[in-house]
């Protein structure tokens, strides 16, 4: 099977290429010795006139309040193992602050942030998830 459609790719693509034969001597067609081939550049299209049609009406972006994964974690904050981490221990759980306000954010404090949690993001940090925090209040 394979055999057979390499064979037919091939017949293809050759018959593709062909010259057609020269004409017989004396017929009203020209000889491919005399024939003089004519050279086109290919035509660009012309660019089409502005629409007159209205844009779709763009949609107003949501606000934090409204995104489901914005959430806000009230806890203390603490120095990290790592120099420059800021940790935020709340009921259950730890979180890295990435973006706090370094004012407010400060170890022992209890602060109140909103952000999105990103347990996939890649820190040197070592502990807790990943917070992109939005804002920083004392809490």
Do not use: N, W
Request: with cysteine.
């Amino acid at each position: 099977m394979r055999g057979l459609a390499a064979v037919l790719l091939c017949l293809m693509i050759a018959s593709c290429g062909q010259v057609p034969p020269a004409q017989v001597p004396g017929s009203s067609t020209p000889t491919s010795d005399s024939v003089t081939t004519a050279t086109t550049t290919p035509s660009i299209p012309a660019p089409l006139p502005p629409s007159s049609a209205p844009l779709p009406p763009t949609l107003p972006t949501p606000s934090r309040a409204l995104d489901p994964s914005v959430k806000t974690v009230r806890g203390t904050v603490s120095a990290g193992v790592e120099s420059g981490c800021t940790i935020l221990t709340a009921p259950g759980e730890q979180y890295l602050l990435l973006g706090a306000d370094p004012a407010i954010a400060v170890a022992g404090a209890v602060v109140e942030v909103s952000g999105k949690a990103d347990p996939g993001a890649m820190t040197t940090c070592q502990q807790g998830t990943p917070f992109h925090v939005s804002s920083t209040k004392r809490g």
